[in-house]
T-cell receptor, first 115, second 112 residues
């Protein structure tokens, strides 16, 4: 079955540590996205990529980094510079990121907590 | 700045009691309005895309409608399994790219 796989489901970070969240899709989608979800807030865009080897900052990119070396994969690194990383992280993909109004499809998220 | 406001924040219904959720938006150059369902601890599940005012989409007990300023998600004779958070999002151009702006969601609880 086609879909988006995020791993791990739960992740704990120590002070000063970088952690990487995995996102893999087999939908043959060009565009991929990372969002952060906090209680009582809408999803906020961290980074997005419309094509391999290219990505753009979203609204809250500080303290995060990404790479897009393969079409199927878009890992997110939460660096030690992100002072409030505790949140539910969601990865999404879409056929393309253009003006055609294609829906984004989401994985089941990674919940990151601070130790 | 694009804005999406969902109301009510929470809604509690009895099984079979029909109601509507509202999504009002302020955006320039709407490309699409999306409805999602999100269960606790899961990612949002895509339900509908609406592209232009007057458009309607239906799926089982759900019907989504769109005007120039808002969208409604009508739930007819809901069942307990319809309990979830319903999210609305709008897609619009930002420079040369296109961005989704999400509302905060409506938490729907359907009691048996």
């Amino acid at each position: 079955d086609g879909g988006i796989t995020q791993s791990p489901k739960y992740l704990f970070r120590k002070e000063g540590q970088n952690v990487t969240l995995s996102c893999e899709q087999n939908l043959n989608h060009d565009a991929m996205y990372w969002y952060r979800q906090d209680p009582g807030q809408g999803l906020r865009l961290i980074y997005y990529s419309q094509i391999v080897n290219d990505f753009q900052k979203g609204d809250i990119a500080e303290g995060y980094s990404v790479s897009r070396e393969k079409k199927e994969s878009f890992p997110l690194t939460v660096t030690s510079a992100q002072k409030n990383p505790t949140a539910f992280y969601l990865c999404a993909s879409a056929l393309n990121g253009g003006p055609s109004g294609q829906p984004q499809h989401f994985g089941d998220g990674t919940r990151l907590s601070i130790l | 700045e694009d804005q999406v406001t969902q109301s009510p924040e929470a809604l509690r219904l009895q099984e079979g009691e029909s109601s509507s959720l509202n999504c009002s938006y302020t955006v320039s150059g709407l490309r699409g309005l999306f409805w999602y369902r999100q269960d606790p601890g899961k990612g949002p599940e895509f339900l509908f895309t609406l592209y232009s005012a007057g458009e309607e989409k239906e799926k089982e007990r759900l019907k989504a409608t769109l005007t120039k300023k808002e969208s409604f998600l009508h739930i007819t004779a809901p069942k307990p399994e319809d309990s979830a958070t319903y999210l609305c999002a709008v897609q619009a151009p930002v420079g040369s790219n296109y961005k989704l702006t999400f509302g905060k969601g409506t938490l729907l609880t359907v009691n048996p």
